[in-house]
């Protein structure tokens, strides 16, 4: 075989390439980035996430090697990484403090965020734009399902969050944009990173706990759908051994349940079961909208991703009710779990905020890293569109602001110090 001989100049230029692809690691799910001007399109290179649901059709565009997803439905260039700021390697190069490892923020943080990016390279902005900015809400939106000091609920195609879900990315209300997300935060399995009902209540609505954050809140039972954790007081046969929380390895739930030695409280192992498990509860209904622009809303009992109304998880003839009548894990007893019991718990298994452990890491279409939780967004002036800025004298009460549930399609308010993703986009040129 001939012998292929490098000149100098090529070797070098090759070790250089080794090095410069070795000088800044990146954390894992997370693309390279790109100094190029997103507002040119560029060739498309095949993405490295593993896809996730099939690719949106609706209006929206790849451009600049994929690094802006270009929507066409709003005129606008959304920022491909939906969760930039759960990249470490960026959040160290912007210097934004704050911010959680899988990139959750509060309110004040995110706009702290946006800044940065566009404060970046001496004001340059980051990829050569120093125009982004939060997604943006009107308060009176005729597409959403509920009113109460503005609109919001479902089918809110107003916003630029909700017009990407329900229009960009085509999905229906309660579909989550990742239905299947496994995770594995020993020793459950598919503990999900959105809420879960408890049996609290307070003047706010039912009381909800997230694994992603660690904070409580409140939920109108109406439109939102939510996960399970069941519980039972007592444990199953013979309790395992040992310290913390731990699985059961013998006996009927061996598999099943898992046993949280400092409360005596028995758990399902599988934090989202009722994805793979309806226990026979099937079939839809219907929510009739508080506006009268509204369509009837026809929704799962069980949405195919687990989640659930509440009346579906605790009335009689609902999912838990079936649950203990299928004496599941030799079990009966099975019960909706208080805000102290989740809370507790999320102690004892030593989780912390934002714990990558309940980070997707997939690639949807055009976008990588979308969430299947909220995002935070901001309220826009009444005339305005999606081109329009944040106005920091709105907002939708004191002490709220927007955010948008990428797990269900729920446009809704929350207080500051929520800890929510952030996405960004910038108006498209020429757009108005």
């Not at 009176?140 to 009113?147: E, K, M």
């Not at 459950?188 to 660690?214: A, R």
């Not at 028995?266 to 219907?286: E, H, K, P, R, Y």
Request: glycine share 10%; hydrophobic share 35%.
């Amino acid at each position: 075989m001939p012998t292929i001989r490098l000149g100098t100049g090529v070797c070098l230029f090759l070790l250089g390439t080794i090095f410069l692809s070795m000088a800044a690691p990146e954390a894992v799910g997370h693309p390279r980035w790109t100094e190029s001007n997103p507002c040119q399109t560029g060739a498309a290179s095949p993405g490295t996430l593993p896809e996730h649901g099939p690719p949106p059709e609706h209006g929206l565009t790849p451009e600049d090697r994929e690094s802006v997803v270009y929507d066409s439905n709003q005129s606008i260039c959304w920022l491909a990484d939906a969760n930039l700021a759960g990249n470490a390697y960026f959040r160290a190069k912007l210097g934004v403090a704050g911010i959680n490892p899988d990139g959750t923020m509060d309110y004040a943080t995110a706009l702290n965020w946006v800044q940065a990016l566009n404060n970046y390279n001496q004001g340059q902005g980051y990829l050569g734009h120093n125009n982004w900015q939060l997604p943006v809400t009107p308060l009176n939106d005729s597409s959403c399902s509920s009113v109460n000091n503005g609109n919001f609920g479902a089918s809110c195609t107003g916003s630029a969050l909700g017009n990407l879900y329900y229009s960009g990315l085509g999905r229906r209300f309660p579909d989550s944009v990742v239905p299947h997300l496994s995770t594995s935060v020993a020793p459950f399995v598919n503990l999900q990173p959105s809420l879960y009902w408890t049996t609290d209540q307070n003047s706010g609505g039912e009381v909800t706990f997230s694994f992603n954050t660690g904070l409580g809140g409140s939920n109108t039972t109406k439109y939102n759908f939510f996960r399970l954790l069941p519980m039972s007081l007592s444990p199953i046969g013979t309790p395992p051994t040992g310290t913390g929380v731990i699985p059961y390895t013998t006996g009927a739930a061996a598999g099943k349940a898992v046993y949280d030695m400092k409360t005596g409280i028995s758990w399902i192992l599988d934090g989202n079961l009722a994805a793979s498990n309806n226990f026979g509860v099937t079939g839809t209904t219907t929510i009739a909208p508080d506006v009268k622009t509204s369509a009837t809303l026809t929704v799962p009992l069980i949405d195919a991703d687990g989640a659930m109304l509440f009346a579906t998880a605790a009335n009689a003839g609902g999912w838990l009710d079936a649950m203990n009548k299928s004496n599941y894990a030799a079990m009966n007893n099975w019960q909706l779990p208080r805000i102290a019991d989740l809370q507790n718990l999320y102690k004892n298994l030593n989780l912390q905020p934002g714990d990558t452990r309940l980070e997707a890491h997939v690639r949807l279409g055009l976008f990588q890293n979308l969430q299947p939780g909220f995002y935070w967004a901001c309220e826009r002036d009444a005339n305005g569109t999606s081109h329009s800025p944040c106005d920091p004298n709105l907002s939708p009460a004191a002490g709220f602001a927007y955010s948008f549930n990428f797990d269900n399609g729920f446009e809704g308010t929350d207080l500051l110090s929520k800890q929510f993703y952030v996405m960004v986009y910038y108006s498209a040129p020429g757009a108005h």
